[in-house]
């Protein structure tokens, strides 16, 4: 992975898109596999499939956004130097 840089700000945005994902988003995907047990044969159930493939979608959003946190490196929004890049 890239070295990513980020202000104080972004990585707030990402602590809570990551606290929703490990919450009301994982809250979201079990009830929906709850309701596609009940239909039946799981070999032939698309809202099964589809609910699963949620799953593994947030779970990986979750890591990549667990190590973009955890190896950020923070940008200081206090510069304001004329002559310098942010």
Excluded: H, P
Excluded at 5 to 10: D, G, K, P, V, Y
Excluded at 55 to 77: G, V
């Amino acid at each position: 992975m890239a070295e990513i840089w980020l202000t104080e700000r972004e990585v707030e945005k990402r602590r809570q898109k990551l606290d929703y994902l490990k919450g009301e988003r994982r809250l979201e995907i079990a009830e929906m596999l709850k309701i596609a047990r009940g239909f039946g044969d799981l070999s032939e159930n698309y809202e099964y499939k589809a609910a699963k493939q949620a799953q593994r979608q947030n779970d990986s959003r979750m890591r990549y956004l667990e190590r973009m946190i955890k190896t950020a490196k923070i940008i200081d929004e206090e510069i304001t130097a004329e002559d310098t890049v942010g």
